[in-house]
T-cell receptor, first 112, second 113 residues
């Protein structure tokens, strides 16, 4: 069962930062937060993941609250190609337990 | 370096038939998982293979079976196809250790008529 809560949909103006929130209030100490996105009819694309500290890569930044009960994915300069469904997932760090349980995600629409 | 590759990309089967889908993991990855994604829903975990054995299984009937080969590639088999098996089937690969990046293929679209 999905252990995260995300808004169903969000809009963002092109060129602006997109901030996608995720609640994971029941996260345990050994669980990572993963973000994926899926553009229609394609496989999920890995964006970023983290355990405790904030993370940044070439695609996005992940901000995890100190109590780890929520996080925010930040796309710094949204483009039309960022329109997709974004999934926030928590997954165990235990060996062999690295499966992903997807919820319904947030449908992000970038508006010109 | 090729990522996760799946074949075929699209196929149509008749109810009651059997289907085999194939997956080659990203280079170096030893663990393969399969997911089913029905239209309008998020992917659902089917099972995971490591060292040629099924290690974990989601809530799917025994009609769904799999195999992993010594080169880490994998097959998903579905017997006695139902109309409800129509979906996008996704393969994901990773290292066995948790907390690593998990990569997905582009999937195989199965239509059962």
């Amino acid at each position: 069962d999905a252990k995260t809560t995300q808004p169903t949909s969000m809009d963002c103006a092109e060129g602006r930062a997109a901030n996608l929130p995720c609640n994971h209030s029941t996260i345990s100490g050994n669980e990572y937060v993963y973000w994926y996105r899926q553009i229609h009819s394609q496989g999920p694309q890995y964006i970023i993941h983290g355990l405790k500290n904030n993370e940044t890569n070439e695609m996005a930044s992940l901000i995890i609250t100190e109590d780890r009960k929520s996080s925010t994915l930040i796309l710094p300069h949204a483009t039309l190609r960022d329109t997709a469904v974004y999934y926030c997932i928590v997954s165990s760090s235990q060996t062999g337990a690295n499966n992903l349980f997807f919820g319904t995600g947030t449908r992000l629409t970038v508006i010109p | 370096d090729a990522g996760v590759t799946q074949s075929p990309t699209h196929l149509i089967k008749t109810r009651g038939q059997q289907v085999t889908l194939r997956c080659s993991p990203k280079s170096g990855h030893d663990t393969v998982s399969w997911y089913q994604q029905a239209l309008g829903q998020g992917p659902q975990f089917i099972f995971q293979y490591y060292e040629e054995e099924e290690r974990q299984r989601g809530n799917f009937p025994d009609r769904f079976s799999g195999h992993q080969f010594p080169n880490y590639s994998s097959e998903l088999n579905v017997n006695a196809l139902l109309l409800g098996d129509s979906a996008l089937y996704l393969c994901a690969s990773s290292f066995r250790t948790g907390g690593n990046t998990i990569y997905f293929g582009e999937g195989s679209w199965l239509t059962v008529v």
